[in-house]
T-cell receptor, first 115, second 112 residues
Framework: DGGITQSPKYLFRKEGQNVTLSCEQN?????MYWYRQDPGQGLRLIYY???????QKGDIAEGYSVSREKKESFPLTVTSAQKNPTAFYLCASTVGQTMMNTEAFFGQGTRLTVV | GEDVEQSLFLSVREGDSSVINCTYT??????LYWYKQEPGAGLQLLTYIFSNMDMKQDQRLTVLLNKKDKHLSLRIADTQTGDSAIYFC????????????FGQGTELSVKP
């Protein structure tokens, strides 16, 4: 079945450590996105990538990094520079290069907790 | 501005209609969406409406758009316990690469 898969579902990190969240899709979608979800704040865009080997900062990119070496993969690294990393992280993809006039497919999310 | 605003909570009885409201600020928005998030899961697209439409109906769902007031609503008829979830309103803007701006989400609780 085609879909978008995030792993792990739960992740714990010690302060000062970097951690990488995985996002893989087998939908042959061009664009992929990372959102952060906090209670009462909705979803905020961290980074997005419209094509392989290219990505753009979203609204809250500080303390995060991404890569897009393959079409199907868009990993997100939460660095030690991110001051408040505890959140629910959602990855999404779209068949076109934008989210206009198209359905965005979301993964099941990764809940990151800093301990 | 880019704010999309929703009330945070709504509680209804099973069988009643639910109406979830959303306001947005940017009149250049071309498409407006409703996504549903079940507990601990990702988002699923429920429906969307193009900005030149006033209404869209899809089975139990009715979307109303008042472009003058920048107000969007989602009505769920005959609400069931399985409809309990968080509902997100979102707008996409062609002049900003088509990115989605999400509201805070409305948590719908359906009581038997």
């Amino acid at each position: 079945d085609g879909g978008i898969t995030q792993s792990p579902k739960y992740l714990f990190r010690k302060e000062g450590q970097n951690v990488t969240l995985s996002c893989e899709q087998n939908l042959n979608h061009d664009a992929m996105y990372w959102y952060r979800q906090d209670p009462g704040q909705g979803l905020r865009l961290i980074y997005y990538s419209q094509i392989v080997n290219d990505f753009q900062k979203g609204d809250i990119a500080e303390g995060y990094s991404v890569s897009r070496e393959k079409k199907e993969s868009f990993p997100l690294t939460v660095t030690s520079a991110q001051k408040n990393p505890t959140a629910f992280y959602l990855c999404a993809s779209t068949v076109g290069q934008t989210m206009m006039n198209t359905e965005a497919f979301f993964g099941q999310g990764t809940r990151l907790t800093v301990v | 501005g880019e704010d999309v605003e929703q009330s945070l909570f709504l509680s209804v009885r099973e069988g009643d209609s639910s109406v979830i409201n959303c306001t947005y600020t940017d009149s250049s928005s071309t498409y407006l969406y409703w996504y549903k998030q079940e507990p601990g899961a990702g988002l699923q697209l429920l429906t969307y409406i193009f900005s030149n439409m006033d209404m869209k109906q899809d089975q139990r769902l009715t979307v109303l758009l008042n472009k003058k007031d920048k107000h969007l609503s989602l009505r769920i008829a005959d609400t069931q316990t399985g409809d309990s979830a968080i509902y997100f309103c979102a707008e996409s803007k062609g002049n900003q690469g088509g990115k989605l701006i999400f509201g805070q989400g409305t948590e719908l609780s359906v009581k038997p």
